[in-house]
């Protein structure tokens, strides 16, 4: 990226803030999504920069439960379309489901520059721009705006830095929903019927890979890993990850001498 120098120790982390202004700029992102990533970057921290067991053990489910469902949709914000556009049109190739575009501070001109964006990249469907005429039940109306052939008779749903109010009126509508996002605290997080806790980054390539590796499984074997998941444990697991890290830090210690180097 320009300006910033390969050797900077924080050099992808520099990178991804790079992205997220540019997207910005492009009117993609909202500021507020500057401010949500700062957020995550702090659980980043946390987890080690780098996907853990919690996180591929949710992914394996996540491709699981995209590759059974009936009707699965990848939903797609600002955030979302900045950090991993690419793979999330991918995604909804290998797995013949559309794309939704589907934001919390709605507005009709930024819907439609997600859009470009996506099919600029090669995807066919994008649902949630013209035709979001439909309305999740309990959510203020441009926050609950969705596509009738999309979000609303999906059995599945991948949504990445979502807010947990969207999340639980989705699963109270029954649906399943995969999460990505990287505080295992956030009521997203918690509401999620699989939460990926990684950041987008990283996630959406190895669920893309996942896909591919799982799709030629028989329904069976897919189920199996399904019935074998367990949320709750892959977030205390999250959970104690973080406190077993920071105890090991804070006992080896992280102070460093810019001499020694
Ligand atoms: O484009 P819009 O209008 O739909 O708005 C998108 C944002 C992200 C602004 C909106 O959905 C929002 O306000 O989200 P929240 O409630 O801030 O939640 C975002 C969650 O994503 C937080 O829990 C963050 O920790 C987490 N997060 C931030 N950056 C990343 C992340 N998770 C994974 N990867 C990241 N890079």
Not at 171 to 193: E, F
Request: overall charge neutral.
């Amino acid at each position: 990226s320009k300006g910033i120098p390969r050797s900077h120790p924080r050099y992808w982390s520099l990178v991804l803030r790079e992205q997220l202004v540019e997207a910005w700029r492009h009117g993609i992102v909202v500021p507020e999504g500057l401010i949500a990533h700062g957020r995550g970057e702090c659980f980043d921290y946390l987890i080690g920069e780098e996907t853990q067991w919690f996180a591929r053990e949710a992914v394996r489910a996540a491709a699981a439960a995209l590759l059974l469902a009936q009707h699965p949709v990848v939903s797609v914000n600002g955030n979302a379309a900045a950090l991993a556009a690419e793979g999330l049109v991918r995604l909804a190739e290998l797995l013949d489901a559309p794309l939704e575009v589907n934001l919390f501070y709605r507005t009709e001109e930024r819907a439609r520059r997600i859009e470009k964006l996506l099919r600029s990249l090669g995807a066919r469907r994008v649902l949630g721009v013209e035709d979001a005429t439909a309305r999740i039940p309990g959510l203020p109306h441009p926050r609950g705006k969705v596509s009738p052939e999309g979000i609303l008779r999906a059995d599945v749903v991948l949504v990445a830095l979502e807010d947990g109010d969207r999340t639980e009126a989705l699963r109270r509508m029954g649906k399943t929903v995969i999460a990505i996002d990287l505080n295992p605290l956030s009521r997203t997080a918690r509401m999620a019927s699989i939460t990926i806790v990684d950041n987008i980054v990283r996630a959406v390539p190895l669920l893309v890979e996942t896909v591919r590796e799982l799709k030629t499984r028989p329904r069976g074997e897919l189920e199996e890993i399904l019935r074998n998941y367990d949320n709750d444990r892959v977030l205390a697991g999250a959970l104690r990850f973080i406190s077993e890290r920071l105890e090991r830090l804070a006992r080896e210690g992280v102070a460093m001498d810019p001499l020694a180097a």
